[in-house]
């Protein structure tokens, strides 16, 4: 990969953030520059347009999210444990993340970004079945979970974010996706482990 200019990352940080907080169908260029600081004539040197920007975006939050996970996850430590601090993760991650984010990364209509975020998940449960089948080796995860079923709740998860009577629930986001995060979690771990 080669090395982001001061300008490149100047741009990409405030599109990131205009995107958590707008989406990213409603932010503009011109937005987006003078978040960062930069002309439009530099935004259009270093990059084609918004949807290059947008997928470089999600690239780059997709990495770091499962960097952090995997990181997590290598840890020496219990498998509880692990899993607080995924939740942790997920919490910062979720942090003034926008409705209007969530509906354009997950009903877009470009045939690159809705791919990208479908190898990104098929991945991510890849990972996390691994780790939940090691776990339920280890007693911590319910015998009898079948995981078929953990990957169509964890799938249903991404429905229940764009269901606006859930969304209404909350004070934010953020705190929907906590609960769910919360709910998903704690309903995996072994009754036995917990005595």
Not at 2 to 17: C, F, G, P, Y
Not at 45 to 55: H, L
């Amino acid at each position: 990969m080669t090395k982001r200019t001061k300008s490149q990352v100047a741009i990409l940080k405030a599109a990131k953030d205009c995107f958590w907080k707008y989406g990213i169908n409603k932010v503009t260029v011109a937005e987006i520059c003078e978040k960062a600081g930069v002309s439009k004539m530099t935004y259009y040197r270093n990059f084609a347009n918004k949807k290059v920007v947008s997928i470089m975006v999600l690239k780059d939050v997709i990495s770091r999210s499962q960097q952090l996970y995997d990181e997590i996850m290598s840890k020496e430590i219990d498998f509880p444990n692990k899993i607080k601090e995924v939740i942790v993760l997920e919490h910062e991650f979720s942090r003034g993340i926008s409705q209007e984010f969530i509906q354009d990364v997950t009903n877009n209509e470009d045939e690159e970004l809705r791919q990208l975020m479908v190898e990104a998940n098929e991945k991510g449960q890849q990972k996390f079945i691994h780790h939940m089948k090691e776990a339920q080796r280890e007693g911590w995860v319910r015998k009898d979970l079948h995981f078929p079923f953990l990957i169509h709740m964890m799938n249903d998860i991404n429905i229940k974010l764009r269901d606006e009577k859930l969304i209404a629930m909350y004070d934010s986001l953020e705190d929907l996706i906590m609960e769910l995060v919360n709910f998903f979690f704690y309903g995996i771990v072994s009754h036995e482990k917990l005595k």
